[in-house]
């Protein structure tokens, strides 16, 4: 286990008040364990790598919204545990008093879109990935707005707060800051929202359709003529952190099963 080099105030987690919650995936005799250290410690470097936050000063005039520790065990596509240990710092959204001023919509696919997609795909002997965006909120676009949070004390330098830059976890309008970055993103490479599924980006070269790519919050299919599907492969992974690309076979979103024949 790598070493956890916060201060010695971090708590028990057995203690699991306001500041920690942890999933029935996660038995009580696991706790207490490094690997939970670990998963958090791991976090917090996510945070950092992303520049999701800015430390400052805590002034009176601050509203500030505390935060808190989600602990689960990752599971695999079909919903069965891998043995990991996730941590996630999630901010109190519900404790956000300016919350309902925030567009918050987040277009997700269509599963009906999903379908028609994958026959085109079969239809024109096309190849499709599967793609999932590693802590994809985190990559979403910057904050328009002015959030300051309560970072949690293991962490927590006395008389700061963090001034958020990212669509923290549990903030109203995360899922569309990342929604809105990956969209422009595939603006930017000549692509089009089909008409009737805004998470659905179709590409022409002159007339003719030579791809597309699903959206649903940081899962992506990206489907089309190999060349196509290729280099949105490679740009998307040169501009985004993934976690998964899968090739063949996959199962999307936990609904829909692809399996290339």
């Not at 410690?41 to 935060?67: A, D, F």
């Not at 239809?123 to 959030?147: K, P």
Request: neutral net charge.
């Amino acid at each position: 286990h790598m070493a956890i080099p916060w201060s010695s105030n971090i708590h028990k987690l057995e203690d699991t008040h306001n500041n920690v919650f942890i999933s029935q995936r996660v038995p009580r005799r696991e706790w207490s364990t490094p690997d939970v250290k670990e998963a958090m410690y791991k976090e917090w470097m996510n945070l950092q790598e992303t520049g999701t936050y800015e430390e400052v000063r805590r002034e009176p005039w601050m509203t500030v919204i505390p935060t808190m520790w989600v602990i689960n065990r990752s599971a695999d596509d079909h919903g069965k545990e891998d043995g990991k240990l996730k941590a996630r710092l999630v901010v109190r959204g519900d404790q956000d008093k300016n919350e309902e001023e925030v567009p918050c919509d987040s277009p997700t696919v269509d599963r009906t879109t999903v379908k028609m997609m994958i026959a085109i795909a079969a239809n024109q002997g096309w190849s499709l990935r599967s793609i999932d965006i590693s802590a994809a909120f985190l990559q979403g676009r910057e904050m328009d707005r002015e959030v300051y949070v309560q970072p949690p004390p293991e962490i927590a330098t006395p008389g700061t707060v963090w001034k958020l830059k990212k669509g923290l976890y549990g903030l109203k309008e995360a899922a569309r800051l990342w929604y809105d970055e990956i969209l422009a993103e595939l603006i930017r490479r000549g692509g089009h929202k089909l008409v009737g599924d805004p998470a659905c980006v179709v590409f022409h070269v002159n007339g003719t359709f030579i791809g597309f790519v699903i959206i649903h919050v940081d899962d992506i299919i990206i489907g089309g003529a190999p060349k196509f599907v290729l280099e949105m492969v490679l740009h998307i992974k040169a501009r985004f952190r993934v976690s998964k690309d899968q090739v063949e076979r996959f199962i999307y979103t936990g609904t829909v099963s692809y399996t290339h024949l």
